[in-house]
């Protein structure tokens, strides 16, 4: 199992971060990757949403679809995959750090299959760094 963290703080205040991260849609603007985020249309974010995303990783395309299991607005949203390759768990926390600033964090864990697994900790360091990556993406889409 690897785990990933990662934060960035964002001059936008907690609200409107918390609406941009809780549209599936939105993963494709920021989230390396990311070809596509489908939902149900007009579906709100929440608990037993869900929606599919199509990914690649390593060169590796995957599809896998996301269920909300934890939603408490405007301060944290927890997803996991129940279909596809990977099993995932991600936690994205929002606090606000000032009237309009928000640092955003990450903490996810998977289990690795197949390939992946036989390259843990190489996957975990560029899971990391996609990450990384990813959130500074995220700021400058938020703040442009």
């Excluded at 205040?13 to 149900?40: C, Q, R």
């Excluded at 590796?60 to 996991?80: C, F, L, N, Q, R």
Aim: no cysteine; charged share 25%; hydrophobic share 40%.
């Amino acid at each position: 199992m690897i785990k990933v963290e990662s934060s960035v703080i964002i001059n936008q205040p907690i609200e409107k971060v918390f609406e941009f991260l809780t549209k599936p849609e939105n993963d494709a603007k920021w989230y390396m990757g990311v070809e596509s985020m489908d939902h149900t249309p007009g579906e709100p974010a929440g608990v037993g949403s869900t929606s599919q995303s199509k990914t690649t990783f390593l060169g590796v395309p995957i599809t896998v679809t996301w269920e909300v299991i934890g939603y408490d607005p405007p301060s944290m949203i927890k997803a996991k995959t129940v279909e596809g390759p990977l099993t995932v768990e991600g936690t994205y926390t929002l606090e606000a750090v000032a009237e309009d600033q928000t640092k955003v964090s990450v903490h996810g864990e998977a289990d690795l299959v197949g390939v992946f697994d036989l390259a843990e900790p190489f996957v975990e360091r560029v899971a990391k760094r996609h990450w990384d990556a990813s959130f500074e993406n995220l700021k400058d889409v938020l703040e442009g």
